[in-house]
């Protein structure tokens, strides 16, 4: 059984205040298109579906426009909200679309959707999680008694992946949309600090495949099968080095799962511009490129450029950002720096040093530990 594993479409995002409805019309009719020629059985849809948990009616035309594309070619779709989904209105009109083929997760109530289906490999069994925190599973779970009240993303997500149990014959696909240890994220993405809300990929070992949304880079946790397929527009400069893709997830027999990226090309990319003023508005420089890419333009001039921003755009008419790196700015940045290090306890420097490092936070036991060890140097040095 083939599928298509696609997330965080943030129907509606707008960049900079640039509207990239258009891009993303481009690019779902790009995976529609994807989806027919691979022949998938199905497309996954990881979370985060609109930008916003009320999204405008503009981006609600384009994912019904999208759905209905994908329904028409005979595809199965499932779909589960992310966290910058409003839970209840992705679940609206669920039971109905369903006769379409068309599975969205339902608002979290202690139980996780299972979808069951067959092939020539034998059952498969897809389940919808969509995006929890801990306090989503202790009040769906509050009238259990006995079941403990999870304080931690860690301890809310593998208790409500620990209630499913799947069949150990059958072969099994898992949706989610966390973060889970050791991700490398994106500046476009929501950050929660000190990594509160990472959850440890041991979590998901009983499922064939783990279709995840949330982070913005395509990548694999621990195992292949574990995998972030990562957005298919870029929606900040931190990504615009990367390829966008949809991944091709088909399983056969039990445990054998095969992977396949396929790449995207948007309709305007989102890149980089380096160099003075004169060299990056000399034809030479822009005339064999897509001048109508969305651009962040640094200019290297040791002063400022009048009305470098209008002046620029004439040339580059979705230039998104104009920055500066010279003398000027270069000392001003390490002015800031050293004015936010001064600010911090040798605690606080040294927690980010050990995450910066190990790419996960101290735990509160070892932060406690080294924060005693701090205490009695200090407390050894007045004594000296």
Not at 81 to 104: P, T, W
Not at 133 to 144: G, M, W
Not at 309 to 326: A, E, F, T
Request: with cysteine.
């Amino acid at each position: 059984m083939k599928f298509l594993h696609i997330s965080d479409l943030h129907i509606g995002k707008r960049v900079n205040e640039f509207s990239l409805i258009e891009d993303q019309k481009y690019i779902l009719n790009q995976i529609l298109n994807i989806a027919r020629l691979t022949q998938a059985d199905g497309v996954i849809i990881a979370g985060d579906i609109y930008d916003k948990p009320i999204p405008s009616a503009e981006a609600v035309q384009l994912f019904d426009w999208f759905l209905t594309g994908l329904a028409d070619q005979g595809k199965k779709i499932f779909a589960i909200s992310g966290n910058h989904d409003c839970a209840e209105r992705i679940a609206f009109g669920a039971h109905l679309m369903q006769k379409r083929g068309v599975y969205l997760s339902p608002v979290y109530d202690g139980c996780i959707s299972k979808i069951s289906m067959a092939d020539a490999y034998g059952e498969l069994d897809m389940y919808l999680l969509p995006f929890i925190k801990p306090a989503t599973v202790r009040h769906a779970l509050e009238t259990e008694p006995g079941t403990p009240a999870p304080e931690s993303y860690q301890d809310a997500v593998k208790l409500a992946v620990g209630r499913i149990q799947p069949d150990e014959v059958k072969r099994s696909i898992l949706v989610a949309h966390q973060f889970v240890t050791g991700a490398g994220r994106c500046e476009s993405e929501e950050v929660l600090v000190g990594g509160l809300d990472n959850v440890d990929a041991s979590i998901f070992d009983p499922f064939d495949y783990v279709a995840l949304g949330h982070i913005h880079s395509p990548q694999s946790i621990l195992r292949e099968t574990v995998r972030y397929c990562g957005t298919p527009l870029k929606y900040s400069f931190s990504e615009a080095a990367q390829q966008k893709s949809v991944t091709v997830v088909e399983l056969k027999d039990k445990g054998q799962v095969q992977l396949q990226t396929i790449p995207l090309t948007p309709l305007r990319d989102l890149r980089k511009i380096r160099g003075s003023y004169l060299e990056v508005t000399a034809r030479s420089y822009y005339e064999h490129t897509n001048t109508n890419d969305y651009v962040q333009v640094t200019l290297t001039d040791e002063d400022d450029i009048p009305d470098g921003l209008q002046k620029l755009r004439v040339i580059y008419p979705n230039l998104m950002q104009l920055v500066y790196d010279n003398s000027r700015t270069r000392q001003n940045q390490v002015v800031d720096t050293a004015a936010e290090v001064e600010k911090k306890s040798e605690l606080e420097l040294f927690e980010e040093f050990y995450e910066l490092q190990n790419n996960q936070p101290m735990s509160p036991r070892q932060s406690a530990f080294l924060g005693q060890l701090i205490e009695d140097i200090r407390t050894n040095e007045s004594r000296a």
